[in-house]
């Protein structure tokens, strides 16, 4: 089967050119959209069944965190409502200590929130959504099993053994952080690829409802930081609550036996044993190994003009952020902003896709790295909380100077890569803001002391107290 359309005789109509986007996940499905919008003949290629008609539906299911730039992507193909609609939001943490105790940490400012989605649910309603467009055809079954750069021509194999080949005037990688497509560019010169593997693996774990409600407050994502490791759980239209387990490797597999794991909760997240159930914990922690968690970076993301790399395949990241789906999300919509800018001359957008994505997505993979130490470790930590409040207090008075990292990041459209050179700018003056208010008020009160001095015995106990406790706020 040739899609690729060629040029009719001299005079006659020129016909659509062929975009197929291989990978029918969040990002592959969202893509088929946004091309379909621009009248290109799509063709959608995924390895798996349909998973709107699948039994059981194969694959990760960590639920998602829906933000600004997803939906900022979806709202440019009139499905931002429908998925909004679908989520719970969720307005801040909710850090349970050991004891017990819960305590909030905002996101954002007042009615700033993310939102729980469901990832099979997301997929199905993109793939109906892409659907809808005439110029598109969706195709399952389709293993990629080869293809040229240079003409475009892919080969795919099907579970009956069967071979297809086509060929497309664009061939959008959006297969994943294994992807097949990327293969490809790993024979070619100065391609540069990086993957890393962190130490730690996830468990998926579920709390039902109790008595028809949630089992916690629902508006939450809620966390158990436990510095090495921790948990997190993120609320489900059905009522229950996904918890996944974050843990290094060698921790998981010292837990052999069911009493074992309540023993292990028992230590570090007594709260969750009622709420999850002694059986079901027992249970479900063996259905399943732990998964790992893999970072991919490359560059470039094209090869001439014929094809390009976009969400995991480009850059997988760790689910610490809350990015992997908005950056893949928004990787469509910076596409469809150079393809305007470029008035859809391939030639010209891939090398200018590569050489303004490449850093931000960079930089959301090195991010991802730093919030897991900041999720299970720095949350504990009361310089933290004080510089949070530092933070919020700023840009409360400063809401244009003064911008949360976290802000830029989830709330708004700010690149990624200048979302972090931003905050180390602002890191360092609020730091030296702080040092600079320290020496000030000790400078101030040297000098009220001089000049009227107190009983000296009677202020080297406080003094000695609140240096001890400044000292412990910095280290905790």
């Not at 995924?46 to 008609?53: C, F, G, K, S, V």
């Amino acid at each position: 089967r040739h899609l690729k359309t060629m040029e009719e005789s001299p005079g006659g109509p020129s016909q659509k050119k062929v975009v197929a986007v291989v990978g029918g996940g969040l990002v592959g499905a969202l893509n088929a959209c946004f091309f379909a919008k621009r009248g290109f003949d799509v063709e959608l290629f995924e390895t798996r069944e349909d998973i709107r008609q699948a039994k059981i539906v194969r694959g990760r299911s960590i639920n998602l965190a829906l933000s600004h730039r997803g939906r900022q992507a979806l709202k440019h193909v009139g499905m931002e409502e429908k998925i909004v609609s679908q989520g719970i939001p969720m307005h801040a943490r909710m850090i349970h200590s050991l004891n017990g105790k819960q305590s909030p940490i905002p996101y954002g400012k007042k009615g700033q929130y993310i939102l729980s989605v469901d990832r099979a649910n997301l997929n199905k309603e993109l793939l109906t959504a892409a659907e809808t467009y005439p110029n598109t055809k969706l195709n399952f079954d389709r293993k990629l099993q080869d293809w040229s750069a240079e003409t475009g021509l892919m080969t795919f194999v099907r579970s009956d053994g069967s071979e297809e080949q086509v060929e497309a005037d664009l061939i959008v990688g959006c297969d994943g952080a294994f992807s097949a497509i990327r293969k490809q560019f790993l024979r070619r010169s100065r391609f540069n690829y990086s993957q890393t593997y962190i130490p730690h693996g996830y468990m998926e774990l579920t709390m039902p409802p109790i008595n028809g409600e949630f089992a916690m407050k629902p508006n939450y994502l809620h966390i158990w930081p436990r510095n090495t490791f921790m948990m997190i759980a993120l609320p489900n239209l059905d009522k229950t609550f996904t918890c996944t387990l974050f843990m290094p490797f060698e921790e998981f597999e010292k837990i052999t036996t069911g009493d074992e794991v309540i023993e292990f909760f028992q230590k570090y997240f007594p709260d969750a044993i009622p709420l999850i159930g002694v059986d079901a914990l027992k249970r479900d922690y063996f259905r399943l190994p732990a998964q790992a968690m893999v970072s991919v970076k490359c560059s470039p993301y094209h090869i001439g003009s014929k094809c390009v790399l976009m969400g995991d395949a480009a850059h997988a990241v760790v689910p610490f952020y809350g990015q992997g789906m908005n950056a893949g999300f928004e990787d469509c919509i910076v596409f469809d902003e150079i393809m305007e800018q470029f008035n859809e001359d391939f030639s010209a957008v891939l090398p200018e896709y590569t050489r303004v994505r490449v850093p931000d997505d960079h930089a959301i993979a090195d991010l991802a790295m730093y919030n897991y130490i900041e999720m299970r470790a720095h949350v504990n930590s009361k310089w933290f909380l004080f510089r949070k409040h530092i933070d919020n207090l700023l840009h409360f008075l400063m809401p244009k100077t003064i911008i949360p990292l976290y802000t830029m990041v989830t709330f708004t459209r700010t690149r990624y890569h200048e979302a972090v050179a931003r905050w180390h700018w602002q890191d360092r003056v609020i730091n030296r803001g702080l040092l600079f208010s320290a020496t000030g008020a000790l400078l101030g009160g040297s000098f009220l002391l001089i000049k009227n001095p107190p009983d000296i015995n009677k202020l080297l106990v406080p003094a000695e107290k609140m240096w001890s406790r400044l000292v412990a706020l910095r280290t905790s």
